[in-house]
């Protein structure tokens, strides 16, 4: 089953041309980053200057989201296998530096399009950022949803399966 859209976003990605841009909108946290990283596929406007460069970004919903030019490919909605998604983000040596102390990482990552910065279209949250490989410049990986997490209380059940030494 796919996610419902607005009107406007169907009728934009059925046009023959249009000016409407999707945008990728990701947060990159973990409990010890602090504060996370926001991070744009589009350089939608320019954010903010200071006398070394200028920032391009986007600002959705009062966020300021920092454009580093990025690869993704969205998670499908197979029904046998979790949701899967690859991303590469290319970003500054300071960020990778601070990013690769950490253990794992997470995105959250919202789709928007430039009709209506604020108006958030898809939503993909808490995906575990795998499979992290860091150079200089770059920051590679594989998104999957922790499907433990959505679980109720407690999440971890005594079943035959999974503690077979009970059920002798």
């Known amino acids: 089953m796919s996610p419902e859209i607005s009107l406007d ?46 920032y391009y970004g986007t600002i959705s919903n009062g966020q300021e989201y920092a454009y580093y030019p990025m690869t993704a490919k969205l ?27 950490l253990p794992m990482l997470y995105m959250d990552w ?10 958030v279209e898809r939503v993909w949250p808490s995906m575990k950022l795998t499979g992290v490989e860091y150079d200089q410049t770059r920051i590679t990986g594989n998104l999957v949803v ?7 209380l407690p999440f971890w059940s005594y079943t035959p399966s999974t503690a077979p030494g009970v059920f002798r």
């Open 110 to 119: 919202k789709q928007v399009t430039s009709l209506d910065l604020d108006r």
């Open 146 to 152: 922790d499907m433990l997490s959505g679980e109720e």
């Open 9 to 54: 976003l169907r009728r934009e990605q059925h046009a023959q041309e249009t000016g409407v841009v999707p945008i990728l909108l990701v947060k990159l946290w973990h409990p010890d980053l602090d504060p996370p990283y926001y991070i744009s596929s589009d350089p939608t406007q320019r954010v903010r200057e200071d006398e070394e460069r200028v």
């Open 75 to 101: 998670p499908d909605s197979k029904r046998d296998a979790s949701p899967r998604a690859t991303i590469s983000v290319h970003a500054m040596p300071e960020i990778i530096e601070q990013l690769h102390l």
